[in-house]
Structures are given as C-alpha cells and as structure tokens.
Antibody, heavy 120, light 107 residues
Framework: QVQLVQSGADVKKPGASVKISCKAS????????LHWVRQAPGQSLEWMGW????????KYPQQSQDRVVISRDISAATAYMEVTSLTSEDTAVYYC?????????????WGQGTLVIVSS | SSELTQDPAVSVALGQTVRITCQGD??????ASWYQQKPGQAPVLVTY???NRPSGIPDRFSGSSSRDTASLTITETQAEDEAVYYC??????????FGGGTKLTVL
C-alpha cells in the first residue's frame, strides 16, 4: 500500500538546523509531488513547499524561501526538508504528503508526522 | 487574494446535515480538497476534485463548488465526525493554500 514514513522526533537548540526525511513506498516515486506541511501546537496547517519528485523542481512560499530547502533522492525514494536558523516558533509537527504533479494538488497520503522541538 | 477563509467553528446535532464552507479567489480556477484531522493524528483526505472521495471515506461526505466558494457537506453526521476540517487548494503559480480550519462539534 502507498505509505510515507518520516524520521523520528528531534530536539534542537535555537539557531540550529533540522533535516527531516520522508520515505515513500507502494507507488512510483517519480510520478508524484511531495509537499511539506507543518502544524504548530494548537494551530492550523501551514504549507512549507513542494518538490516534483520526477523533475526535482521545487516551490516555496515566501516565508520559507530563506530557511527551507527541500530535496529528494530518487534511488532511496526519499524526500527531505531542511530548516535552518531554527527559533522557538519552528516548534511544530512536520508532515510530508503526496499529490499529483499536475492540476489540483490534493494530498491523498500523509506521513505520520515528525515533532520538532526547538528549545534552549 | 491568495487566501482561503473558513468559519472557525460549526456545530451540528447528531444525525443531521452540516455544511462547512471555504472561500477564496483561487477556487474560481481550482477545486478544493478537504481534510479531516482528529487530535494527535495526521490529516486525512475526505473529498477532492469536483466531488470525489478516496476509498474508505463514507458517502455521507461530499464536496461541491460554486464560483469562489467550496463546500464540504456531511449528511447523517456521526459522533466520530467531530474533528477539525481544513480546505486546501492551489493558485495559478503552483503555490498551495490552506484554510484556517473549522472545528466541527457534534451535539
């Protein structure tokens, strides 16, 4: 079955970086786009960016452009998101999710989430 | 504007019908998808496209759209439907949008 499995929870100090992985299985990795979405405690969903797993091109919202890098390793069927210069406001659960590459981007499969805590 | 607007909270009596709405300019060109999120869990896709449901989603969930507004309708609402519902879409530049979420309370 289609599955996205993310790396485990992490605790980081302010100013550090975190890199989260999202391993895909059960489908052709390069035929879909992978998105990253985060959710701060008690808050709504925030889109962090996406990568077309086939072409490798990415798209970020303005608030992510300076600190977020999304990449993928086709041979490992894995996408990654690195967030740099962490602050306490980056404390959140981070999700990866799969969408079609064209047309409407519905997110039909989600990872289990990765909790990142930023604390001194 | 590149935003999706939802009512923060809606309530419905057990067994009744409820409609949750989402408004935004991008919805004139792209369909919304809807997600159900229960506490401590990842969101789950419940409707997408014109009115499609992933396998395993009960047919009491349906989606519709008119001009700049998308709607999620739940008929014969069950206690287990109590959750936060998010709408989601994209714009012409490929940027992704989420609504702020609607907390559904089943009375």
């Amino acid at each position: 079955q289609v599955q996205l499995v993310q790396s485990g929870a992490d605790v980081k100090k302010p100013g550090a970086s975190v890199k989260i992985s999202c391993k895909a299985s059960g489908y052709t990795f390069t035929s879909y786009t992978l998105h990253w979405v985060r959710q701060a405690p008690g808050q709504s969903l925030e889109w962090m960016g996406w990568i077309n797993a086939g072409l490798g091109n990415t798209k970020y919202p303005q608030q992510s452009q300076d600190r977020v890098v999304i990449s993928r390793d086709i041979s490992a069927a894995t996408a990654y998101m690195e967030v740099t210069s962490l602050t306490s406001e980056d404390t959140a659960v981070y999700y990866c999710a799969r969408s079609p590459q064209h047309g409407d981007y519905w997110l039909d499969t989600w990872g289990q989430g990765t909790l990142v805590i930023v604390s001194s | 504007s590149s935003e999706l607007t939802q009512d923060p909270a809606v309530s419905v009596a057990l067994g009744q019908t409820v409609r949750i709405t989402c408004q935004g300019d991008s919805l004139r060109n792209y369909y919304a998808s809807w997600y159900q999120q229960k506490p401590g869990q990842a969101p789950v896709l419940v409707t997408y496209g014109k009115n499609n449901r992933p396998s395993g989603i009960p047919d009491r969930f349906s989606g519709s759209s008119s001009r700049d507004t998308a709607s999620l309708t739940i008929t014969e609402t069950q206690a287990e439907d109590e959750a936060v519902y998010y709408c989601h879409s994209r714009d012409s530049g490929g940027f992704v949008l989420f609504g702020g979420g609607t907390k559904l309370t089943v009375l």
